[in-house]
């Protein structure tokens, strides 16, 4: 069976954003949240605009035309990127690098709710099982190792890891809606194109946003940011591959499919954590992983019919 693009496309991306979102939770203890979020878009700058370049040679093309819509689609993902990324290193804060994670991965669901009442788009039923399948094995890995009760799920519920990786997670899902609508505007554009244009203009939005409030408000972060480049320039580029891939897979198909598929980034989570951040995992895990794993593969049956 011939697996789509969108399928290696969003494997790519994970296992990049895996390998960047571990940097940054090392970045934690040197930088606040704020600079250590801000460090991923302002050290990205270089890789995005040598991508974009790369690719209009490649492809001999000049830049597309976008519309204020396009533009305000970029910022409005953008933004929201912000406040996910600020939200899920304060989850890090409180609990694991696996478990902030963990609740942070509820986008997928979220994104089932959105596309289907919201937007009204059709998510087939052998997908949705396999979304909630993968978020549900998420929640028993969260878990692992505690006595899992009605009582026990609705006191974790209101933890501040929990708050703040559900929070992310919200904020995620309106990133990918507003970048997938933002490549719908670009529609006569190759999709290799099409995706280094969004990540170089939501990158430099960002940069702008969050460059200039800190400028303002918290000139110290600002300051440690630029201070700790050169860590900060290795999370730049592992962002910009993630991103771009990411992109590159809403361009390709359903957002709802492409983060659902994406829960596949936990299992790389666990053995980031295990290994290399010496995180002490929990028994039970195995359930986990097995719903997780069920879950990705429906997903990957289902995108490919």
Avoid at 30 to 46: N, T
Avoid at 225 to 254: D, E, H, M, P, T
Avoid at 272 to 290: D, Q, S, T
């Amino acid at each position: 069976m011939m697996f789509p693009l969108w399928i290696p496309i969003t494997m790519a991306a994970a296992v990049f954003q895996v390998w960047r979102t571990a940097l940054q939770a090392r970045l934690r203890g040197a930088l606040p949240p704020g600079a250590a979020g801000f460090v991923r878009y302002l050290y990205a700058l270089p890789a995005d605009f040598v991508f974009v370049g790369l690719s209009m040679i490649m492809l001999r093309q000049g830049l597309p035309t976008g519309s204020i819509k396009f533009v305000f689609l970029c910022l409005a993902g953008g933004v929201a990127q912000i406040f996910g990324t600020i939200l899920l290193l304060n989850a890090f804060a409180h609990r694991s690098f696996v478990v902030g994670t963990a609740y942070a991965k509820t986008e997928a669901a979220q994104l089932v709710v959105f596309s289907v009442f919201i937007q009204h788009i059709h998510v087939g039923l052998p997908a949705t099982i396999g979304i909630l399948l993968a978020v549900s094995g998420v929640f028993v890995l969260s878990f692992a190792g505690q006595q899992l009760s009605l009582r026990s799920l609705a006191r974790a519920s209101v933890q501040p890891a929990a708050l703040f990786g559900l929070a992310a997670g919200s904020a995620f899902a309106v990133t990918a809606i507003s970048l997938r609508a933002a490549s719908l505007e670009l529609s006569e554009t190759p999709i290799l194109l099409k995706a280094v244009v969004i990540l170089a203009l939501t990158n430099t939005l960002q940069t702008l946003v969050q460059g200039g409030y800190m400028a303002l408000r918290t000139p110290r972060d600002l300051y440690a940011a630029l201070r700790l480049w050169k860590r900060g320039a290795v999370v730049g580029i592992l962002s910009s591959f993630g991103s771009g891939c990411w992109f590159a897979a809403f361009a390709l198909a359903n957002v709802a499919l492409v983060r659902g598929f994406g829960q596949i980034e936990i299992l790389l989570t666990l053995v980031v954590g295990h290994f290399w951040l010496k995180e002490i995992h929990k028994r039970g895990e195995a359930a986990g992983l097995l719903l997780v794993g069920a879950g990705v593969v429906l997903i990957a049956i289902a995108g490919s019919q």
